[in-house]
């Protein structure tokens, strides 16, 4: 997947954007939408963003057990 390598994760909302992008202020970590929002709130949306990752990654794992080929 050598093409996905400007496609970049937001940091704050988790969107998946492309960067660099053509007219677009989005920064390295922050997608166009949250590069505009200030600071101290994006701290607090990183927060909750990295906890919904997690329990994205634990549901995850839940369901591959859930999903064990039937006997
Ligand atoms: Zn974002």
Not at 34 to 63: F, G, H, Y
């Amino acid at each position: 997947m050598a093409s996905g390598e400007r496609q970049r994760t937001c940091r704050a909302c988790g969107k998946k954007f492309d960067y660099p992008a053509k007219g677009s202020a989005a920064t390295r970590h922050h997608c166009e939408d949250c590069v505009t929002v200030p600071a101290e709130t994006r701290k607090t949306m990183e927060r909750l963003n990295s906890r919904v990752t997690q329990l994205e990654n634990q549901l995850r794992r839940l369901e591959l057990k859930s999903t064990s080929p039937p006997a």
